[in-house]
């Protein structure tokens, strides 16, 4: 088992083109961090709704929520995944009028031999799906836009940062 790209370049395909879990039982424990990125655009009227106070119950305190879930069980949703035992997830949904919209901003971070990107990454995922669930009786037309990691920290490849 290696945790190195095969000639395909890619780490999840063995030479043969065959799916595998990678083997990090080898890479040590090291303080990774993550940060990703979203949107969900909707119509003006929505976003005043929603920042009126008008939807029934706290639409962004239960995305949150469910982005923070969601990031718990990443090993569950997506084939390939470590399950990681998380030491913080942050979410955090802010209005933005120029959208119009939401942006979601979630932060992963654990101890462990593998990174967090896929963990941040589903928790937006998940957040902003969860905003179009709620919001979706006032409009259908909302998208989910540029999920997108914005910072990953620690392991053997060090920091980076996507270009503004």
């Known amino acids: 088992m ?18 595998h ?16 990125r979203g949107r969900v655009r909707m119509r003006q009227a929505t976003l005043d709704h929603l920042l009126a ?8 305190g239960i995305a ?11 090993g569950d949703l997506i084939p390939l995944c470590h399950p990681l035992g ?27 031999p593998t990174g967090v990107e896929m963990e941040a990454m589903t ?4 957040a902003c799906l969860t905003i179009y669930d709620m919001l979706k009786a006032i ?4 998208s989910v836009e540029a ?3 914005v910072a990953k920290r620690g392991g053997k490849s060090g920091e980076w940062v996507r270009d503004a």
Do not use: C, W
């Open 86 to 112: 998380l030491d913080a997830v942050a979410v955090e949904i802010a209005p933005d009028p120029e959208l119009p919209g939401l942006t979601v901003t979630a932060t992963t971070r654990t101890r462990g």
């Open 21 to 36: 879990m990678v083997d990090v039982s080898a890479k040590p424990l090291t303080l990774r961090e993550a940060t990703a």
């Open 139 to 142: 409009d259908r037309g909302m």
């Open 2 to 19: 290696t945790t190195e790209p095969t000639r395909t370049g890619l780490t999840h395909f063995d030479d043969d083109g065959r799916p």
């Open 64 to 74: 949150e929520l469910a982005g923070i879930m969601a990031a718990k069980r990443t």
């Open 53 to 60: 106070g008008a939807a029934k119950g706290d639409v962004v």
């Open 147 to 149: 999920i997108e990691l």
């Open 123 to 126: 928790a937006v995922a998940v």
